[in-house]
């Protein structure tokens, strides 16, 4: 059975009064993608209160948008990779074909083609975003605990969005300038 302990239990606390340096290194003996993961908590520090908690909603052009959506949103463009992105293409025009759900037109074809490859890159994100997460957690740098429907709780389900709150010596080396 699954268990989300990131909020409830005790994790490995950074060292106090860090700087850029040491969240770096923190992050690099937390998560075996240290560059994700840093660009993960650069996102999340810019929808961040002043207490470093992030979600569960961010407002984008008047729409409330799941936190974890918006970070693989913000970070696709990384998986703009043109081979990898050139066979996910390929795969889902050919699953199209088959199913014989490809328009006749080629620009409307082409534009369920891009939307079904979004929803690909979408999903393969949530993932990426919820391993980096759980790095981050276990490594002091971050927390996360689920909110919505009824009440706060530390596991997921039951229409809860993910909050994450950044610790405080993550969250000063993040907005030191």
């Not at 992030?54 to 008047?62: C, D, E, L, T, W």
């Not at 709150?165 to 300038?177: E, F, H, N, S």
Request: aromatic share 6%; charged share 30%.
């Amino acid at each position: 059975m699954f268990h989300q302990a990131d909020l409830f239990e005790a994790s490995v606390e950074p060292a106090r009064g860090m700087d850029t340096p040491g969240l770096l290194a923190a992050i690099a003996a937390a998560s075996p993608r240290p560059k994700f993961s840093y660009m993960l908590l650069q996102l999340l520090e810019e929808v961040a209160d002043e207490k470093g908690r992030a979600g569960p909603s961010v407002m984008v052009n008047g729409d409330a948008v799941p936190v974890r959506d918006w970070l693989c949103d913000a970070l696709a463009p990384i998986a703009q990779r043109t081979p990898w992105r050139r066979s996910t293409i390929e795969t889902v025009r050919s699953a199209l074909e088959q199913a014989d759900e490809l328009p006749a037109d080629p620009t409307q074809a082409d534009r369920v083609i891009e939307e079904r490859v979004r929803e690909r890159v979408r999903q393969s994100g949530r993932c990426n975003v919820s391993r980096a997460v759980s790095d981050l957690c276990r490594g002091g740098l971050l927390r996360r605990h689920y909110q919505g429907y009824r009440v706060d709780h530390q596991n997921r389900g039951a229409q809860r969005e993910a909050v994450y709150t950044i610790m405080p010596d993550t969250l000063a080396a993040l907005r030191r300038r």
